[in-house]
């Protein structure tokens, strides 16, 4: 099965907890279900948050840098035109399998594509492609072990560092394309420093807390090696002191979490 595939790619993040119903090794959210029991990290609040920000409209060619379970390719193929063509790159064997599993359950196998590949040698074959790019790349520097090479690879910079995460989107982006991704907010902030140093702007920006009253602790960012006129910045807050959500938090997950 895996010899349908043609790639290889690493990206997840370390995620805090996610409210779609849990069914056994896997999330239901209203149009699809993503099984994850085979993925080194699983369905969390980041991907949720870039899958529902990133902006889809007009975008024609779209790819995630680092796909896991498939969660985000899904939420943007929901929510895309229906012309539109997603590729989605993971290293992971395992990972790879069991999204391309969740993509043909899903009512969109038409619109998205797994590749099985080195994001590195994709970008080779695929220069200037993309009018939108997604990744909810890895961010812990080598520190601890893991308990096994695939959750060190999602978790860790190890395989695509930053830079080499970079230096494919820019290969890889349309002159008037968005390269989105989420990142806790210090080392995102270092990430758009380091980004603008390469040429890229920023077109929109999230910063993200648990509550009002908490530090901001995501940021999620829209860059753009075109000209921007103005920069789009906006804060959100999760929860409310009480637990449940913000107005502005269940707005933006209405189309995916159950019960919203």
Not at 18 to 36: E, N
Not at 42 to 48: F, L, N, R, S, Y
Not at 146 to 159: G, I, M, S
């Amino acid at each position: 099965m895996l010899r349908q595939f043609c790639f290889q790619v690493v990206i997840v993040s370390n995620q805090y907890s996610t409210k779609p119903k849990m069914r056994r090794g896997g999330f239901t959210f209203k149009q699809f279900f993503v099984a994850h029991d085979r993925c080194a990290m699983k369905v969390g609040t980041d991907g949720v948050l870039l899958g529902a920000w990133a902006i889809v409209e007009g975008r024609q060619r779209v790819l995630d840098i680092g796909c896991g379970s498939g969660l985000i390719a899904l939420m943007l193929a929901q929510r895309s035109a229906t012309g539109a063509i997603i590729d989605a790159v993971e290293l992971d064997s395992e990972a790879a399998v069991q999204a391309q599993e969740n993509v043909q359950a899903s009512p969109w196998p038409q619109k998205i594509q797994v590749h099985h590949q080195d994001i590195h040698l994709f970008a080779l074959q695929h220069a200037n492609c993309y009018d939108l790019i997604v990744s909810n790349p890895p961010y812990f520097e080598p520190s601890v072990a893991c308990r096994d090479l695939a959750r060190t690879n999602a978790r860790y910079t190890e395989t695509l560092n930053h830079d080499a995460l970079l230096d494919c989107a820019e290969r890889l982006i349309a002159a008037d394309g968005h390269f989105c991704v989420i990142l806790p907010y210090d080392i995102g902030e270092e990430f758009e420093v380091n980004a603008h140093q390469r040429g890229w702007q920023t077109a929109r920006r999230l910063n993200i807390s648990d509550r009002a009253d908490t530090p901001k602790h995501r940021l999620l960012l829209a860059l753009s090696k075109g000209a921007m006129a103005h920069k789009e910045e906006a804060d959100l807050a999760i929860k409310l002191a009480d637990g449940s959500y913000t107005a502005d938090f269940r707005q933006l997950i209405t189309d995916f979490y159950l019960n919203y």
